[in-house]
């Protein structure tokens, strides 16, 4: 209770804090006492209050969440969350959007870093081999503009995964650049170099010069485009309930197709971007060349899940909590 709270210095009160499930009869000040105990032992507090004696808590605490309808209007003002039901389970639904975004940040930014070093590694693989530039500066831009905006703003309206609210708390201080998170971007823009080189190399050595940028091109767009599978998720999208779960996402990669087709069989927009027509044998290459960095990328995902189920914890969480 309260009054036992009083009696206890600083020190004593992080050693309680730690046992202790309940207070009761606690004054505003003590509220303050509690909140800071439990934040000196390196815990991440929330603090649900509805009154003007709440304030100071709410305001320590590092989220505040008041009622928004009995609340007072110190409360509200105070905190940083404002239930508009006064319902517990709204904090939850809270809870759970905010890891849906944050997830989706995560997802937006290595798709795009993704296809952005991979754009990168593709010219400089091709200067240090002394290759004429498989891309021109116009193609680049057709690449940033339309080809990875379309499927980055998909990846913005992701549905949550289905474990969201059964993995422990995230460090806040982790960055969202992490090691893990490096380490898969450079692999997945390796895989799409590689893919979009190999392609080129083989349009240079099989007497198709003048298409060998086209085929470069195309290879490289169709390549990003589907390795939007890889960035919707930390595991494998193979199954149809995950593969068809973001219909932006389809619709996103039906619109791009169109789009990319256009640049070759439309001859305006052809010349714009000094591209010419490939034969069935050029095509075949592109396709193969496209699908395999997401083939490859879906099967690193498959075999890492399997270990995650197996090891009974989930692909860059902590197993530990807070």
Known sequence: EGKQVAVLDDGELREQV?????????????????????????EIVAML???????????????GVAMGRRGT???????????????????????????VIFDNIRKFVFYLFSCNVAEVLVLLGASVAGLPPPLLPLQILWLNLVTDTFPALALALEPGEGDVMRRPPRDPEAPILSRSFVGAL????????????????????????????????????????????????????????????????LAAVGVVL???????????????????????????????ASIAP????????????????????????RTRPL
């Open 18 to 42: 730690a046992r202790v499930d309940v207070f009761s009869r606690v004054s505003p000040e003590e509220k303050l006492r509690v909140v800071s105990a439990f934040q000196a032992r390196g």
């Open 73 to 99: 209007d110190v409360a509200r003002q105070t905190a940083a969350v404002v239930l508009q039901d006064d319902r517990f389970p709204t904090i939850a639904a809270g809870v759970d959007q905010g890891r």
């Open 294 to 317: 997401a083939l490859i990328g879906q099967g690193v995902d498959l075999v890492q899940s399997r270990r995650w189920r197996t090891g009974g914890c989930h692909p860059g969480v």
């Open 186 to 249: 450079a692999f997945h823009a390796t895989t799409i170099t590689v893919a979009t080189l190999g392609a080129y190399l083989w349009a240079l050595a099989s007497g198709r010069a003048e298409a060998a940028g086209t085929v470069g091109f195309m290879t490289l767009a169709l390549a990003q485009l589907f390795h939007l599978g890889n960035a919707r998720s930390r595991v494998a999208v193979v199954s149809p309930a995950r593969a068809f779960a973001n219909r932006w996402a």
């Open 258 to 288: 169109v789009l990319q087709g256009a640049t070759v069989l439309w001859s305006p927009l052809a010349a714009v971007l000094d591209l010419v027509a490939l034969d069935g044998a050029a095509w075949g290459v592109v396709a193969l």
């Open 49 to 63: 209050g509805d009154g003007v004696n709440d304030a100071a808590a709410l305001k320590k605490a590092d989220v």
